[in-house]
């Protein structure tokens, strides 16, 4: 999932609020909404009281579909992981294996496969990156988010060895962006030239920090967060703001900082960075049967960022969509399936905007509705059930969302389990969908946002950790699973995918009048991820 940052409200719905309906009612003949042009009859099967063949299929279906099965899958992309440099991210062998995996599995069961290459910009590193500790106690930090530092948006390559200079650092840290370290010029009077400046973050950017240091002669520059709460890990993509910058600059947690401003340490600092043209691949599985105007499709991005294997990132969605399109695969579907495995989302949901992007107008218009699963196992989980009405956060998706939405709690409160609303924020690849107006919804179970107290009381966990300790980071490996979460969501998967493939029921026609909602929610959404102070 790519990042971004969050806000909202929690609530929860429990089984008495919401009792889980029988198949849609299917809605008029010749309803039609907004750029869906389904005529009488498509993907409108048996409602209720019409016979339980339908309603036995969805049951079986979800009873196939266990966790066990669809952990087999998260141990494949992990070996594929561990066998091709710890990572599966788009334009590397370890996607191309996880590429091989999922079409072998769909392509055995019976699907037509279809493997849809495109090129993108690629970048990462070639070398891993390098902080050492290298005097007293030799001490290697972990580059990633949620880990020890990562390198600046814009850092050239370098690798230095010197030692380490304090810039008027504030120890323990004062009010919230109190430090001005490194702001001014003056801040690094006596400053040895060729030594690697030590920066607190505070209340200038980044990019003036650094200039300063290079000004005065640094041979790199680390910039440390400021340490009061909620300024204390790794930021996502802080940016120097553009090229320009000449020595090697890392940003790092306020515990690296702390150690080395404590120490006086001699450090040794590499960026070995690769910006390049290279080609990944959509993997796209269709069935045989099914009304071909009338498309049930699933997605989930199979590619990992560089720094680990993406086990719950998104190894968890793949894992379960793969799993619940194998088992589908033993149904007759009224409606035709399609199930989607997107490449280079962590690049900026590529994958999934070159294949809409490719799409003609009519072939859009056969797609009823989009359901994307992007971390669905999270360690220290929240049930969050994408937004589609809009009213927990103002923003809905096109007609249609709202009853995916819908269909998502009642299996939820059927369950007994609490569930969140989380924003359509155009952070995962259901965003290519809603642009072109094709009903949208999903799941997910959080990525870098603390867990509330308030939601440690609702779902279990922990308060004030991350809900995904792992997110983006090398410890994002089979143990970063919670079983539960990705049971629970498989069967949510199986359960909506199965009703749809006979009865898409209102979704793509026009919208009755929201219903009055039985609780609020909060999100796990994100806003701008960019820290440039």
């Not at 191309?96 to 037509?112: C, I, N």
């Not at 001014?184 to 060729?194: R, W």
């Not at 699933?298 to 719950?312: F, K, M, R, T, Y």
Request: overall charge negative.
């Amino acid at each position: 999932m790519r990042s971004r940052l969050r806000k909202g409200v929690l609530g929860a719905i429990t089984a008495a609020a919401v009792a889980l309906s029988p198949l849609a009612i299917a809605s008029p003949a010749g309803a039609q909404g907004p750029g869906h042009g389904h005529g009488p009859g498509h993907g409108h099967g048996p409602g209720p009281g019409q016979g339980h063949g339908p309603k036995d299929a969805v049951d079986k279906l979800v009873k196939a579909v266990s966790g066990k099965n669809v952990k087999k899958h998260l141990k494949a992309f992990q070996a594929i992981a561990s066998a091709n440099d710890n990572t599966r991210v788009s334009g590397t062998r370890g996607f191309d294996a996880s590429r091989d995996y999922v079409a072998g599995k769909l392509r055995h069961a019976g699907y037509d496969v279809t493997i849809q290459p495109f090129e993108f910009t690629f970048e990462g590193y070639i070398t891993p990156p390098v902080l050492q500790k290298t005097d007293g106690t030799p001490k290697s930090y972990t580059y990633g988010f949620f880990s020890d530092y990562v390198a600046m948006v814009d850092s050239p390559a370098g690798g230095v060895t010197g030692t380490v200079q304090n810039v008027d650092l504030v120890l323990p840290p004062g009010e919230p962006n109190s430090s001005t370290s490194g702001c001014e010029a003056a801040d690094f009077a006596g400053f040895t030239a060729g030594n690697i400046a030590l920066m607190q973050r505070g209340t200038c950017n980044f990019r003036v920090k650094v200039d300063n240091a290079m000004a005065a002669g640094a041979s790199g520059a680390i910039v440390f967060n400021e340490g009061q709460e909620g300024r204390t890990e790794v930021d996502l993509n802080p940016t120097l703001g553009g090229p320009g910058v000449t020595i090697p600059s890392f940003f790092a947690s306020f515990a690296v900082g702390q150690e080395l401003a404590a120490a006086g340490s001699t450090v040794k600092m590499n960026w070995d960075p690769i910006v390049e043209t290279r080609t990944t691949y959509n993997v796209i599985a269709q069935s045989r049967k099914g009304d071909p105007d009338n498309v049930v499709m699933l997605g989930a991005h199979l590619d990992s960022v560089q720094e680990g294997p993406g086990i719950n990132d998104n190894g968890s969605g793949s894992a379960g969509t793969l799993e619940v399109a194998l088992q589908m695969a033993k149904i007759k579907p009224k409606n035709q399936l399609r199930f989607a495995f997107w490449g280079a989302e962590e690049f900026g949901l590529l994958g999934s905007q070159h294949y809409v992007d490719t799409l003609t107008p009519e072939q859009r218009d056969k797609i009823t509705l989009y359901l994307n699963f992007d971390m669905i196992g999270s360690p220290n989980y929240t049930f969050g059930i994408y937004d589609g009405d809009g009213d927990a956060f103002g923003t809905a998706g096109p007609p249609g969302s709202d009853v995916i939405e819908e269909d998502f709690e009642k299996f939820f409160a059927k369950r007994g389990q609490p569930f969140t609303a989380t924003a359509f924020t155009g952070r995962s690849d259901y965003g290519p969908f809603i642009a072109v107006g094709i009903p949208s919804g999903g799941l997910f179970t959080g990525a870098e946002v603390r867990k509330t107290e308030e939601e440690a009381a609702i779902f279990g966990g922990t308060a004030g950790i991350p809900l995904d300790p792992c997110y983006h980071s090398s410890c994002d490996t089979i143990k970063n699973i919670n079983d539960k979460a990705l049971d629970v969501n498989s069967d949510a998967i199986a359960t909506l995918a199965g009703r749809y493939a006979f009865d898409t029921g209102t979704i793509g026609t026009t919208p009755p009048a929201p219903a009055a909602r039985s609780g609020a929610a909060e999100a796990h959404t994100h806003g701008p991820a960019v820290s440039a102070s």
